[in-house]
């Protein structure tokens, strides 16, 4: 387990499951059963997904998304092996579909497959050049590898990455938020450590309260610093209002902070990255910054229906405090967490 701590003196994915087309030649039955696959996907009902999806193939054999949303499926499950035979096929029937590629290749690397992961991921990185996801899991899989015949040489080289990276990270973070603003932070913890999972996928990052602790995924140990800063403006958010509460305005608040960072710094970086998750963040944000809040609203509702609207420091009014815990929507109390993402 790697966990490098750094002190300075639940950001949760976002992005659809997949960019949903209507397909020519496929019957409209299974169309329909691919979209219920998608509802019950949404709210992380795996099992009855996956019996939408082989409805949908069982209609139409050569539906290209009905076998990569049942792979995507299988690998919120684990069963990397029914998800490798999904995306194999998924893959023979759009061999040119880089989504398809990558999400194989990732099935294969869980699966301890490291040769057919890399041959897929290089494949995707002839096209994606800029892409950190590539560039990071290659960086992985190039460890994992070197692991099966140096474990110990390999875990070494993998521990200065990560003390490496976040001190880079952090040092990013330092220039960009005000010094007044990151005073109050000066006993929060960081490190690369494994997240909890949320909708059948483990968080990016996340913020303990009670530990006074934010922790970036040990997955991207390998990412570019500006990326994991991203990760790092959201979460301080959470640490900022040092409570146990999170709430709609306060995802919202968060993830408008990391699209106002990336915004900034994306096109600083030499040479550019691209990164699915941040990219559509910044894309919603550039459209209106309504759209953002209106998306992470979506998200989390799904995620926890019972998510109050406001939270102590991020409520829409005065009328919210820390001794009267209320949801002033709904009247419901609010719900501490120990993790928020």
């Given amino acids: 387990m790697i966990s490098i701590t750094n002190k300075i003196s639940n950001y949760s994915p976002i992005l659809p499951v997949h960019n949903y087309k209507f397909t020519a030649g496929i019957s409209q039955q299974a169309h329909k059963f691919k979209e219920d696959g998608n509802e019950y996907l949404k709210i992380n009902k795996l ?26 499926a299988y690998i919120f499950q684990k069963d990397y092996n029914k998800a490798i035979k999904a995306l194999e096929t998924a893959s ?6 880089n989504e398809i590629t990558t999400t194989l290749a990732e099935a ?40 099966i015949f140096n474990p110990q040489k390999a875990f070494e080289l993998k521990q200065k990455q990560a003390q490496d990276n976040l001190n880079s990270a952090i040092n990013i973070v330092k220039k960009y938020l005000p010094k007044d603003y990151l005073a109050s932070l000066s006993d929060v913890a960081i490190t690369f450590d494994s997240t909890e999972q949320m909708g059948g996928r483990n968080n990016i990052a996340q913020y303990e309260h009670a530990k006074r602790k934010i922790t970036i995924t040990a997955d991207y140990i390998w990412a570019n610093p500006h990326l994991i800063c991203a990760y790092l403006v959201h979460e301080f958010v959470h640490a900022k ?17 990391a699209a106002k960072f990336w915004q900034t710094t994306s096109k ?7 990164d699915p998750e ?29 998510i109050a609207t406001t939270s102590p ?22 719900k501490s967490y120990n993790i928020i993402a």
């Fill in 241 to 257: 209002d040092n409570d146990p509460y999170t709430s709609i305005i306060e995802e919202q608040d968060a993830y408008t902070e």
């Fill in 92 to 97: 023979k029937l759009s061999p040119k579909d």
């Fill in 47 to 72: 099992t009855e997904a996956i019996e939408c999806y082989k409805k949908a193939i069982a209609i139409s054999p050569n539906f290209t998304d009905a076998y990569f949303n049942l792979g995507k």
């Fill in 278 to 306: 941040m990219d559509y963040v910044l894309e919603l944000y550039n459209q209106s910054p309504q759209s953002l809040k209106d998306r992470v609203a979506e998200i989390y509702k799904l995620r926890d229906p019972n």
């Fill in 108 to 147: 294969y690397k869980n699966n301890g497959q490291y040769s057919k992961a890399t041959k897929e991921f290089e494949k995707a990185f002839n096209t994606e050049k800029n892409s950190d996801y590539i560039k990071r899991n290659l960086s992985e899989l190039e460890n994992l590898s070197y692991a």
């Fill in 313 to 334: 420091n991020h409520p829409p009014s005065n009328n919210l405090n820390t001794n009267n815990l209320q949801n002033t929507t709904n009247s419901q109390p609010l």
């Fill in 268 to 274: 600083k970086i030499k040479p550019p990255i691209k």
